[in-house]
């Protein structure tokens, strides 16, 4: 590896570094699906709704998780924007990538509203995967498939009247994955502050 080589490698991990300290690692954001997941529960468990109707509620719902994250973020004071660092508009785009997903959750929620729910799950169990190099944090990956997995199984083996099980066990996950990157965090910070 020459120089040069070597001199952009650590550029991308002191810009990657800045945006973990700065960003806190997305940490506002996993807490404010963890609590839109939860309501998303309430939906599925205490609604007498049909699963389609279920399912647009969930739509709506989904609404409160910028607002909410906006929130965690003034109390966890968390950076969205930094300055100067190239990197840190990745970290939308890689939000940005589940809408893409979009059109397949719109066909199951118009032919199978009964799986909507774990349609969404996985997607956006799917879209955790590269934060995983984005915050080097490991703990995205294992919430990727924990999430995806686990609500597949779910779906597989429960009526579609018990699926409200998927949308606790993905807040539970995402809650989880926040208390560890949570943690990560503060021995990141204090390593950093050691050297």
């Known amino acids: 590896m020459s120089d040069k080589e070597n001199d952009s490698l650590t550029s ?6 800045e945006i973990q300290l700065k960003a806190k690692n997305g940490i506002d954001f996993i807490f404010a699906a963890g609590i839109t997941w939860f309501g998303i529960f309430l939906i599925w468990k205490f609604t007498n709704n049909t699963s389609y109707e279920k399912s647009v509620f969930t739509f709506i719902i989904g609404a409160i998780l910028l607002p909410l994250a906006l929130g965690f973020s003034k109390i966890l004071k968390t ?3 930094i300055k100067d660092n190239a990197l840190q ?3 939308l785009w890689l939000n ?3 809408l893409i997903y979009f059109p397949f959750l719109i066909f199951i929620l118009i032919k199978y509203p009964d799986y909507f729910i774990m349609a969404y799950a996985i997607i956006t ?3 955790l995967f590269p934060y995983t190099w984005f915050y080097d944090e490991i703990g995205y990956a294992v919430a990727a498939v924990i999430i995806s997995i686990g609500s597949m199984l779910i779906a597989i083996n429960v009526e579609p009247i018990d699926i409200f099980y998927i949308p606790i066990f993905t807040a539970s996950i995402l809650l989880i994955l926040g208390i560890w990157i949570l943690i990560r965090y503060h021995r990141l910070r204090k390593q ?3 050297q």
């Open 12 to 17: 991308i991990k002191k810009l990657k570094l």
């Open 79 to 81: 950076n969205w924007k």
């Open 89 to 91: 508009p990745l970290g």
């Open 96 to 98: 940005f990538a589940q």
């Open 125 to 127: 169990g799917a879209h």
């Open 192 to 194: 950093n502050v050691a």
